[in-house]
């Protein structure tokens, strides 16, 4: 199959791209689509079928459920059974936007959606593009981000094109993706909504309106042994092919610990990549630096991490030395990611 790439700057001129991805979902195929978020790969929810070739495009185990993504705020009454008041009020405040939220899903939504969950996640998207195209398709749209499972989440139409080339028909390039990274997922249907995944719109922004809200004990430690609320958040993630090391402490003991084993590593021969703030760069004396942004940035820097990862790919790198960054609003989302793409390996500065 060859993968075509239609480029819209903007939604109303260039629209026949978008009218072509509609039809296309309307005929039961997958869609690769710009969110603000990261890029989706995005079938009509409601047709069991097209669903199934997201899963086989990504390489995706069945057991982990997709998001259905939705263009107006009416949309969600007939997918879900019931929708809890503090919803609509977070739908009034953060729709369109990187919120996504848990319900108990209605029959309309199959099972392959859900992975067989009695839940279904939903979200309104803010980027142009994807609002357009959810509107044009008709339905809603099922969408995991559009990279090969286990790898880094796309933030670019490039991204998706080296992993899904030749396996899907056609990618809507809507330029970088703003956030950078995946929605947060917030659990409706627990007795005190639970983020199972942090994002964009952070513990904080929530707790304001909720009053109470729950991180799930995975966020930033492994899943052993327990059943997993989002079961996505069980596989290795966000991997690239450096291995990743996270070094955590102080801000001048944390930039002499990865000075001294960027030092090591490279003896041995190996090539290192620093995933470092604006203030540290220029302490680094070795190996390829990448700067997230400032430490008072902390959205800046999410928006950053995807990207950086996979320049670590493109320049060879074996060894990614990252500094641990601290965990108040987008910085969870941050270090719940980098966590994941290291499996979990931090040392102590
Ligand atoms: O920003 C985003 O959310 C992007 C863009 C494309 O919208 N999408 C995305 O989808 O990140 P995906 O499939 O890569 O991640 C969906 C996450 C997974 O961790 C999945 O397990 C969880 O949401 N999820 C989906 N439905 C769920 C459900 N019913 N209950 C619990 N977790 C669910
Ligand atoms: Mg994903």
Redesign the pocket.
Known sequence: MKTKVLKISDVESDCSAILEAARLIRDGEVVAFP?E????LGANALDASAVHKIFEAKGRPSD????V?ISKRRDVDRLVRELPPAASTLMERFWPG?L?M?FRKSHLIPDAV?AG?D???I?M?RHPVALKFIECSGVPIA????NRSGHT?PTMAQHVLYDLDGRIPLILDGGRCEVGL??T?L?MTAEVPTI??P?GITYEMLKEILGEVRVDAGTLKPIEGRPV?????KYTHYAPHAQVLVVRGELDKMVARINAMAEEYAKGGMKVGILATQETKDYYKEGKVLVLGSRTQLAVMASNLFWALRQFDDMGVDIVLAEWIETRNEGLAIMNRMLRAAAFRVIDA
Do not use: W
Request: glycine letters at 8%; hydrophobic letters at 30%; a positive charge.
């Open positions: 969110t978020t990261v890029y989706g982990n459920p997709l998001i993504h990187p996504t848990i859900t969950l839940t279904v996640a979200r998207p969408a995991p981000s559009a989440s995946e929605s997922v659990d199972l995944r994002g609320k989002s079961p996505g958040m």
